[in-house]
């Protein structure tokens, strides 16, 4: 069973574009989180969600917006792609009391044309 | 703010070559110190936490160490399989506070 599931791995767009990225884990964990990393490996935080409250909102542009229906899931929708969003995405979950114990989805990897 | 810095930024060691990798931070007031280790195409996979100076942990041919200002990942005899980059990462007390990562060395073991 897959812990902390994202989709879709591969997103190829254009410019301009909407796009969405699903996250669940199957952990039980109160805490999930949207992590970027750039070409150059560098894992940065952007969003952190306890029990459905958004608790972290990292400088991050307001074309992004996440969406918890539930603590078991976390959404990532992207308004009006740029180039600069070509990144790999991660979800990830934690339990409130071990924030720095993550545990990370396999990511999203998201190319703007 | 929180700062990571991790050295080298790439190693190349044979099989059975011991070395240590660095983890230099600031951060005000340290929560926890946090070891992964990620895979190409993979997310990130949690190894270690360690909360205070002169603290151990071990797993495998791994430990983690822990200082002041640092901490180090030992490797003992790699094997080709602990090829992987291993990202060291922060949290600061008090409060709500985020995790902070390291950008990483990429560790490379020849058979």
């Known amino acids: 069973d897959t812990a902390v599931s994202q989709t879709p791995k591969y997103l190829v767009t254009q410019m301009g574009n909407d796009k969405s990225i699903k996250c669940e884990q199957n952990l039980g964990h109160d805490t999930m989180y949207w992590y970027k990393q750039d070409s150059k490996k560098f894992l940065k935080i952007m969003f952190s969600y306890n029990n459905k409250e958004l608790i972290i909102n990292e400088t991050v542009p307001n074309r992004f917006s996440p969406k918890s229906p539930d603590k078991a899931h976390l959404n990532l929708h992207i308004n009006s792609l740029e180039l600069g969003d070509s990144a790999v995405y991660f979800c990830?979950?934690?339990?409130?009391?071990?924030?720095?114990?993550?545990?990370f989805g396999e990511g999203s990897r998201l190319t703007v044309l | 703010e929180d700062q990571v810095t991790q050295s080298p930024e790439a190693l190349r060691l044979q099989e059975g070559e011991s070395s240590s990798l660095n983890c230099s931070y600031t951060v005000s007031g340290l929560r926890g110190l946090f070891w992964y280790r990620q895979d190409p195409g993979k997310g990130p996979e949690f190894l270690f936490t360690l909360y205070s100076a002169g603290e151990e942990k071990e797993k495998e041919r791994l430990k983690a160490t822990l200082t002041k200002k640092e901490s180090f990942l030992h490797i003992t005899a790699p094997k080709p399989e602990d090829s992987a980059t291993y990202l060291c990462?922060?949290?600061?007390?008090?409060?709500?506070?985020?995790?902070?990562f390291g950008t990483g060395t990429k560790l490379q073991v020849i058979p």
């Open positions: 990462a922060v949290q600061a007390s008090g409060g709500y506070q985020k995790v902070t």
């Open positions: 990830a979950s934690s339990q409130r009391r071990s924030i720095g114990e993550l545990f």
